[in-house]
């Protein structure tokens, strides 16, 4: 059973920026396919940005430019750089992962078995 444990959360004024971290615990020392995902009250869950296990990325629309995904090798752990944050970026965000993808999709949540418990990211105006 794979646990994925999550960090970085936390409050922002508009502008600023945070990185949240997702690590694999409990689960063989190996690549994942690892995307986060995002939901606020009120709205359907959104694919915010992932990895392939081949280091192939992936954007929604709306944070392209503004943030960065990337995985330490060696820690095996997943990051996501979120600069330029809007109040709109307000959610809880969530880990998840899947054994093997090469570009990991943002739309089909159920392509993914593992989830993290969440990190809360609120901005401010």
């Known amino acids: 059973q794979v646990q994925l444990l999550e960090s970085g959360g936390g409050s922002v004024q508009a502008g600023g920026s945070l990185r949240l971290s997702c690590a694999p615990a409990g689960a063989p020392d190996r690549t994942y396919c690892m995307v986060w995902f995002r939901q606020a009250p009120g709205i359907e869950r959104e694919g915010v940005a992932g990895m392939g296990n081949d280091g192939r990325s992936n954007y929604a629309d709306s944070v392209k430019g503004r943030f960065t995904i990337s995985r330490d090798n060696a820690k095996n752990t997943l990051y996501l750089q979120m600069n330029s944050l809007k109040p709109e970026d307000t959610a809880m965000y969530y880990c998840?992962?899947?054994?093997?993808?090469?570009?990991?999709?943002?739309?089909?949540?159920?392509?993914?078995?593992?989830w993290g418990q969440g990190t809360q990211v609120t901005v401010s105006s």
């Open positions: 998840a992962a899947a054994g093997w993808c090469r570009t990991p999709p943002l739309t089909q949540p159920d392509a993914y078995d593992w």
